[in-house]
C-alpha cells in the first residue's frame, strides 16, 4: 500500500467516569476548561456522576449529525478527545473517501449506545458501499462535567485500534491467492488466523507473485509497521499466486484446537524439511504470537538443557540425574512441582520425562560448563538466538543469553532471561529428533533468494538419546495424558513457565508424531498438558 496519503494518527486516550450515582453535587465552573470542544465558554453547571438516559440520547444525536454531515471538527467536540477525534474522522472523508454517511442508532444499554453505519466509498472513478456496525459509550467529562462520547477508534470502525487511520487508494501490493502444499486456496474466511499471515505475506510478496493492484479502502497501521488490513474492494486487482507451505489439514485442526483456550498460540513444522504445516493464534491482540511470541519456554527447555548436559559429557539417558527435593543455586532455592516424589537414585530420561527442575540445577555447575554453555548449546546446535532465520514473515529467533547468578540455573528449567516462542520450540523438537537443524520457513525461499540460518546440528547419539527421552515422556511422564491415542512413533516434553503478577502459569508443549513436530503456548493456560498439550496433539493427530 503505498505511504502518499497522509495518515492520521490516533491517541488512546479515555475518560474516567466520576463517581457517584446521583445528580446532586453541583458546581459552577468555566467550560473553556472542559473536556473536547463545542461551548461558548459560559459558566455552567457542572454535573457529576454518569450521563442521564436524556444527556446520552442528545449527546450522541449530536455526534452522529455532525459526523454525518462530514463536520469533523464539530463532531470531535462531542467526545472526550476531540483532537484525536477530529484528526481520524477528517481522515475518514478526506483520506479514505467516505461519504453519503448515514448513522442509524440502535437500543442504548445504559451509557452504552450501538449504531450501524451506511456510506459510500469514492475514488478513481469506482464506487462502492460500506455497511459496517459498532458501538459507543458516553461518560461524564472529568472537567466539564458534560456528556461526552468516550473516545476510541473503533467509534470510527470496529477494526480500528490505537494509531490506526483509514486510506482508500490504489494499492501498492498487488491481492494474492496463498495456495497451500496441496494447491488449495488459504482465505481468511477459511482459516481466521492466518488473517495476520496472509496479510503479512501480501505486504511483502504481493509484487513478486504476478498480480496486478486493484483499489481498495484498508486500515492503515501507522504505528509498528503491521502491513495495511483490507475493508472493501473497489476495484479488484488480479491476485498473485504464491505458494505455501501449510498444510490445509494441519492448519484446519489447529485452528480449531486453539479456540479451545484463550490467548493460544501453535505451530507445527515438518522436521525433514523445516517447512511449516500450520500455525494459529486465538488472541484478542491479533499478535502473531506462534511465530513472533517472547516468552519463558518453562520445562520445554529442558530438551536444550539435556543436549548440553550429553554433548559435555556431563551425564547421559541412562546416566545419573539425580532429583532432591530442592537445589540451591547461588543463594536462590529452586523447587519441583508440589507432589513430585524425590529420587536421588534417578537418571536423566527419568527426571527429563518427570520434569524434575532440582536434577537440572543440580548438574549446571559440572565441569566443563560455563555461563555460555546452554547458549552455545542453543546457538550452535539448534540454530537460535542468532537473528537470522528468513521464514518468509517476521519471526523471532529465541534468545538464550550467556547470563551468571541465579539466572544461569533459572536459563536451564526454561525461566530467567530465556526467550521462545512456539516457532522456536517446534523447531527445536525437529532438531532434537532429526538431529538436523532445518530453519523452518512458510515461503520456498527459491521465490525471492533467501538465504536459510544455518547450524551444526547434533550428534547422532545425542539426538537418539533426546528422541527417546521425548518418547517415555510422551508415553510414561508428563506428557502421558495429553498424547494418549496417539498411534506410531510420538514423543514430547511439557512446561509450565512462571510469570510474575500471573495467578497461573503459562502452559507449553512440545511433541512429534511421525514427520511432524508442533509447540504450542497458552498465557496462564496451567500445566502444560493442561492446555498446550491438546492443541498439540489434536494437530499431530492430522498426521501433516
Known amino acids: 500500500m503505498g505511504k502518499g496519503v497522509k495518515a492520521a494518527v490516533i491517541g488512546g486516550v479515555f475518560a474516567v467516569m466520576v463517581g457517584g450515582a446521583g445528580y446532586g453535587a453541583y458546581n459552577i465552573v468555566s467550560a473553556l476548561n472542559g473536556d473536547g470542544g463545542g461551548t461558548s465558554g459560559v459558566a455552567t453547571e457542572k454535573k457529576s456522576g454518569p450521563p442521564g438516559k436524556d444527556e446520552v440520547k442528545e449527546t450522541t444525536a449530536k455526534f452522529f449529525a455532525a459526523w454525518e454531515k462530514g463536520e469533523a471538527a464539530t463532531a470531535a467536540s462531542y467526545t472526550n478527545n476531540d483532537a484525536a477525534a477530529e484528526q481520524l474522522l477528517t481522515a475518514f472523508g478526506d483520506d479514505a473517501h467516505i461519504t453519503d454517511v448515514k448513522i442509524t442508532p440502535g437500543t442504548a444499554a445504559g451509557t452504552t449506545v450501538p449504531y450501524t453505519v451506511k456510506a459510500k466509498v469514492s475514488y478513481g472513478g469506482k464506487s462502492k458501499p460500506l455497511d459496517y456496525s459498532s458501538k459507543l459509550t458516553v461518560v461524564r467529562g472529568i472537567t466539564s462535567g458534560r456528556a461526552l462520547v468516550d473516545w476510541q477508534p473503533s467509534v470510527v470502525h470496529p477494526e480500528l485500534k490505537k494509531d490506526d487511520t483509514l486510506v482508500t487508494e490504489q494499492s501498492a501490493n498487488p491481492p494474492i491467492e496463498a495456495v497451500g502444499r496441496d494447491g488449495s486456496e488459504l482465505t481468511k474466511e477459511k482459516y481466521p488466523s492466518l488473517g495476520p499471515v496472509l496479510d503479512a505475506l501480501r505486504d511483502k510478496y504481493g509484487d513478486k507473485a504476478g498480480g496486478t493492484p486493484g483499489i481498495e479502502l484498508v486500515v492503515r497501521h501507522t504505528g509498528g509497521g503491521a502491513p495495511d488490513t483490507p475493508l472493501l474492494t473497489l476495484a479488484e486487482g488480479k491476485p498473485g499466486k504464491l505458494a505455501t507451505t501449510i498444510s490445509p489439514s494441519a492448519q484446519a485442526a489447529a485452528e480449531k484446537a486453539v479456540k479451545r483456550f484463550a490467548q493460544s498460540s501453535v505451530v507445527a513444522v515438518k522436521p525433514s524439511t523445516g517447512e511449516v504445516l500450520a500455525v494459529a493464534n486465538n488472541r484478542t491482540d491479533g499478535f502473531n504470537a506462534a511465530f513472533e511470541g517472547k516468552a519463558a519456554p518453562g520445562s520445554t527447555m529442558k530438551i536444550i538443557t539435556a543436549a548440553m548436559l550429553i554433548d559435555n559429557g556431563v551425564t547421559s539417558m541412562n546416566g545419573p540425574a539425580p532429583c532432591p527435593p530442592t537445589a540451591t543455586w547461588q543463594s536462590q532455592t529452586f523447587n519441583n512441582l508440589k507432589g513430585m516424589k524425590p529420587n536421588e537414585n534417578a537418571t536423566l530420561a527419568n527426571s527429563f520425562m518427570r520434569s524434575c527442575n532440582t536434577a537440572f540445577i543440580k548438574l549446571i555447575d559440572e565441569k566443563p560448563l560455563t555461563d555460555a554453555s546452554l547458549t552455545q548449546e542453543a546457538e ?58 532445518r530453519q523452518p520457513y512458510l515461503v520456498p525461499p527459491e521465490l525471492d533468494d533467501r538465504q536459510l540460518a544455518r547450524a551444526e546440528g547434533l550428534k547422532a547419539s545425542t539426538a537418539a538419546q533426546l528422541k527417546q527421552m521425548m518418547r517415555l515422556t510422551a508415553t510414561q511422564g508428563t506428557a502421558q495424558e495429553a498424547m494418549a491415542g496417539l498411534g506410531g512413533d510420538i514423543g514430547a516434553k511439557t512446561g509450565s513457565a512462571e510469570v510474575d503478577g500471573n495467578a497461573k502459569s503459562n502452559s507449553w508443549f512440545t511433541g512429534f508424531r511421525g514427520d511432524i513436530a508442533a509447540a504450542a503456548m497458552t498465557e496462564e493456560g496451567g500445566h502444560g498438558g493442561d492446555a498446550a498439550g491438546p492443541i498439540v496433539a489434536a494437530v499431530l493427530r492430522t498426521g501433516g
Do not use: C, E, Y
Request: aromatic share 6%.
Open 380 to 437: 550452535q546446535h539448534f540454530g537460535l538466538g542468532q537473528d537470522n532465520w528468513k521464514t518468509g514473515i517476521v519471526s523471532f529467533d529465541g534468545s538464550v543469553p550467556a547470563v551468571s547468578g541465579p539466572d544461569r540455573a533459572a536459563g536451564a528449567i526454561g525461566q530467567g532471561q530465556v526467550q521462545m516462542s512456539p516457532l522456536n520450540m517446534a523447531s527445536v523438537t525437529a532438531t532434537a529428533i532429526t538431529g538436523t537443524f
